[in-house]
């Protein structure tokens, strides 16, 4: 998330395509763990990560930071921003460039660039107002282009030169381009009652190009990488290289996303005696597309140069239309009785998804090879945490979570007789935390009980790029999480403002799979037996 709006191109339709904000222009980042992502749905197995953008200022402030290093690398960030009567701005912008270190056969740029426009524009109304209100309008603007690729070294090449690039990835560029408009409302009608709602609205297009298949037979650059001295790949391998001339098939991944929704939440204190009383209820409509093109182009590797032969057809390689719609609501209540506090939550996902396959022939959609498919599913989740304060410095806490990832868009291959099913697993944490100046503890045991686990096809991941979904039956995951910090300043002057933090930080993770299944990909061993 970033301030606490889901941020992934499409985190429903098509979970698997990335997108992370430029850290660069982050001011902090929140970590949520355990039973706290009863909150932050779909994804309430693995936590959650809610990056915070750069405030608003209190007061006329501004920032500027210049670097420079090696291979042309450099980054600008400014911003300004100010606070005064009813009005607050502030106005960022952020570039991270290199020129690469990777080489190529021929003289060219193996880097990136990357650029960031963010703006924010606050209105209050007048603070002597029996019920405070403010709008706050943001907007991101990211372009990308890095001259990446998909495509790794064999071992021996990799010794001789870690930096080189195959002269055939010359070609492989990465152009990405996204947009993000948010307006967030907060209202107190009283002391202890607020309510943020916030609407938005993102899209993201993205276009990931690169060498596919070489030679004229077509040979798949990862066939030509595990046996490139084979007499079937020896010729590719050389194509690849540029040191034969021959055919080279280059395909593109445009890709545009868009998702929007609304979302809100509202927050009451109460007291009951001496009980502390807190309910958070909150509720977001979303729904994201995800429209896939594949295009291949092919190309002559001439004298260590690519040439373009035969420009591709938009869609000639992937079509298809992935839609998803969600509604989630979660109540959370925290009651606190002296040292202790309790927090019980429940969340609900009702989520509907939509595909449409048109193949690689109707590259004007005209539905004449239409494939669809449909996935609806509903889904109830609770959790309870407890922690106990032992003193101003130690406390500690245990909860139980179930946690849920949906199942993905459905596949249209007639092969494939069940869909995947949503991942399942309940979760249980138990822990003791010591937070003082000068010595900080933390000390976790975890285990997750999966009744579903799932997996993914990915290029990304070993696999064949299908991205159909696939279960992997139950499984555990279980160990402990140890990280301690001293200040060993404080052994030789405790009133001194320098410190000398000594860290350790150790986990322990056993996980096994308990039922037999066959993978569909290839991140996981092809046939698992049961245990």
């Known amino acids: ?293 594949a295009t291949q182009t092919t190309y002559s590797m001439v004298n260590q140069q690519m040439i373009l032969t035969t420009p591709g057809v938009k869609g000639n390689a992937e079509n298809r239309i992935q839609e998803a719609q969600a509604l989630a609501a979660y109540m959370q209540y925290d009651v606190k009785y002296k040292n202790l506090t309790i927090t019980p939550g429940i969340r609900f996902e009702q989520i509907k998804f939509n595909f449409q396959n048109f193949g690689n022939s109707d590259v004007t959609r005209l539905k004449t090879n239409l494939l669809t498919a449909k996935n609806d599913l509903k889904i109830l989740l609770t959790g309870i945490s407890s922690n106990y304060k032992i003193n101003e410095t130690m406390n500690a806490f245990a909860g139980v979570h179930q946690g849920f990832s949906p199942p993905g868009m459905p596949s249209t291959n007639p092969i494939i007789t069940s869909q995947a099913k949503a991942e399942t697993a309940l979760n249980y944490e138990m822990g003791y935390r010591v937070n003082s100046e000068s010595f900080k503890l933390q000390m976790v045991g975890f285990l997750s009980n999966y009744d579903n686990i799932l997996g993914s096809d990915n290029l990304s991941s070993g696999g064949l790029g299908t991205g159909n979904m696939f279960n992997a039956g139950h499984s555990i995951i279980q160990g402990i999480e140890l990280s301690a910090v001293y200040n060993l300043m404080n052994t030789i002057n405790k009133e001194s403002a320098f410190k000398i933090p000594l860290s350790l930080v150790y986990t322990f993770t056993d996980a096994k799979f308990k039922d037999t299944f066959v993978n569909a990909g290839g991140d996981w061993a092809l046939l698992i037996k049961t245990i």
């Open 1 to 293: 998330m970033e301030d606490d709006i889901l941020i992934a191109p499409a985190p429903y339709a098509d979970p698997s395509a990335y997108y992370f904000p430029s850290f660069a222009r982050m001011q902090g980042v929140e970590v949520l763990k355990g039973t706290s992502q009863i909150k932050h749905g779909p994804y309430t197995i693995g936590g959650a990560i809610n990056l915070l953008s750069t405030e608003i200022p209190k007061s006329f402030e501004g920032f500027a930071q210049l670097s420079y290093g090696s291979f042309g690398t450099n980054q600008q960030r400014v911003w300004v921003g100010d606070s005064k009567n009813n009005i607050d701005y502030m106005f960022e912008f952020n570039r991270i460039a290199s020129n690469g270190f990777k080489e190529l056969p021929i003289a060219a740029n193996t880097g990136f660039d990357r650029r960031d426009i963010m703006g924010k524009i606050n209105w209050r109304f007048a603070q002597n107002t029996k019920v405070p209100q403010s709008l706050t309008l943001k907007y991101v603007n990211t372009t990308e282009t890095a001259n990446e690729s998909y495509l790794g070294l064999t071992f021996d090449d990799f010794n001789k030169n870690p930096y080189q690039k195959y002269a055939a990835t010359q070609k492989d560029l990465l152009e990405l381009k996204h947009q993000h408009v948010a307006l967030f409302h907060k209202i107190t009608f009283i002391e202890k009652l607020k309510i943020n709602t916030t609407v938005y609205y993102n899209t993201t297009f993205r276009d990931w190009g690169r060498v596919n298949a070489v030679g004229g037979g077509k040979q798949a650059v990862l066939n030509v990488l595990a046996n490139p001295t084979s007499t079937l790949y020896s010729n590719s391998y050389a194509i690849m290289m540029g040191k034969a001339n021959d055919e080279i098939v280059y395909q593109g991944a445009s890709r545009f996303y868009s998702s929007y929704g609304i979302q809100t939440n509202l927050n009451y204190d109460f007291e009951i005696g001496a009980i502390k009383n807190n309910i958070q209820v909150g509720f977001r409509y979303h729904q994201d597309v995800a429209d896939r093109y």
